[in-house]
């Protein structure tokens, strides 16, 4: 289809070159920057009006007249925006080169260490440390994407990479012009309150969903687009919540995010019309609704932030999942008892939060030590096994810790058990692990 070739030119424009540092501004320095503002524009405006444009209805193209791409070199504001204006009898969508590098080498980050079978866990840490360190925390240093998270220069000379690539930035910025044409067309205003302003998001989400559904393919970037806003929004818990939440152009919330799986889920017919199999369009939608669920709960974003503020840019690199956590090997006599080796399964709070776990553990007699991910960084435990049951206390960071019992099913292959804060072995989450070995 022509759609779908536009789509993968429109990816190709942010395949990596050869490009060297000269000094420090924002995320890219100019050298880059100028170079992608001289390479990305064409494709872009391909796209616009070749792909998107001619799906809008003739009442569309009347009320929203004529509307003009604007690429700037960098937002100085955020690593990633992109918004619309109208004023002046123009109206101009700005995507400012540094924001459409910054998607295009996370997509590429996703896109290698998934085809590489590495973990995506040092995504988040990568985000997560943008957060909360960017700029003074990490001494004025670039750390670019691809260069903090170790993604090799010729990713995308791999096939399946190149491929899983352009579908993800190729979308992403589908939805985006889709999304700020929806604020252009409804004439959303500035300086509104907060509920305005979600309504305002959604309603252009509302557009941006239709307009790629009318194009009939995937929105396959939808996942990763708002992993790394979610990510990079300012949470409730954090110290400066008021005032960034006020300054934000794009606000990311939880019902915003529902709605858009929902739209995923009602479209799913048309969606598909270019090949993508219902059964990834549901887990489009759910990761969707779980960023959602997440971006919603206290405990979480808590973890988030420590995350970020313990993270350190030489630890960001590629890694198997379960490397950081492998147990050392097990003493003489102990390699098939309970509570040794590596396991793997679900860590489960009591808001319905889960996440995969992967845990490591070395026993020498009924003592056990060890660790366990689960994608918000590492935990330390040590514990005492006594009457087939391991008792144990856990600690991660600095501020948190706690208790906790697992037990193993009659293989010994299987462990089931529960967690708590502080002095408490229960009442915070469960536990459900099968060993990996």
Request: with cysteine.
């Amino acid at each position: 289809m022509h759609c779908l070739r536009n789509l993968l030119l429109l990816a190709a424009m942010l395949l990596p070159v050869d490009a060297g540092a000269e000094g420090w501004a924002g995320f890219y320095d100019r050298k880059t920057l100028v170079y992608w503002q001289g390479q990305t524009p064409p494709g872009i405006e391909e796209n616009f009006r070749e792909v998107i444009w001619p799906k809008l209805t003739p009442e569309e193209k009347r009320s929203l007249g004529r509307v003009v791409l604007d690429f700037p070199l960098e937002d100085t504001q955020h690593p990633m925006n992109f918004y619309a204006v109208a004023g002046g009898g123009k109206k101009t969508i700005t995507l400012p080169v540094s924001s459409l590098r910054f998607l295009g080498d996370m997509a590429v980050a996703y896109a290698w260490l998934n085809a590489s079978g590495y973990s995506i866990d040092p995504v988040t840490d990568y985000l997560a440390m943008l957060k909360y360190q960017w700029p003074d925390g990490l001494a004025g240093r670039r750390y670019r994407p691809r260069d903090a998270l170790g993604i090799p220069d010729d990713a995308t000379s791999n096939a399946r990479v190149n491929t899983q690539f352009q579908r993800i930035f190729g979308t992403a910025i589908v939805f985006v012009l889709g999304h700020e044409l929806g604020h252009l067309y409804y004439q959303h205003g500035t300086n509104v309150s907060p509920e305005r302003s979600r309504e305002q998001e959604e309603e252009a989400d509302r557009f941006g969903m239709e307009l790629m559904r009318r194009i009939g393919d995937a929105p396959v970037g939808m996942v990763q687009f708002f992993y790394i806003l979610a990510h990079l929004e300012p949470y409730k818990s954090d110290p400066n919540y008021p005032a960034r939440r006020t300054t934000a152009t794009h606000p990311v919330t939880s019902s915003r995010l529902r709605a858009i799986a929902a739209g995923i889920e009602t479209n799913a017919a048309d969606f598909s019309r270019t090949g993508t199999q219902p059964a990834t369009l549901a887990k489009i939608a759910g990761d969707v609704r779980t960023i959602a669920r997440n971006f919603d709960d206290p405990g979480v974003q808590e973890l988030i932030r420590q995350k970020g503020l313990s993270a350190k840019p030489e630890l960001l690199g590629p890694r198997k999942p379960g490397a950081s956590i492998a147990a050392a090997p097990a003493a003489a006599g102990q390699a098939n008892l309970p509570f040794s080796g590596n396991y793997r399964g679900k860590w489960l709070n009591t808001k319905g939060t889960d996440f995969d776990v992967e845990m490591g553990l070395t026993r020498q007699g009924d003592a056990v030590r060890g660790s366990y991910n689960f994608g918000a960084g590492n935990v330390v435990i040590e514990g005492t096994v006594s009457n087939n049951t391991l008792f144990y206390n856990w600690k991660w960071g600095t501020e948190y810790f706690g208790k906790g019992v697992l037990k193993p099913d009659a293989s010994g292959r299987e462990l089931i058990g529960t967690w708590g804060y502080t002095q408490a072995e229960s009442g915070a989450g469960t536990w459900k692990l099968r060993r990996a070995d």
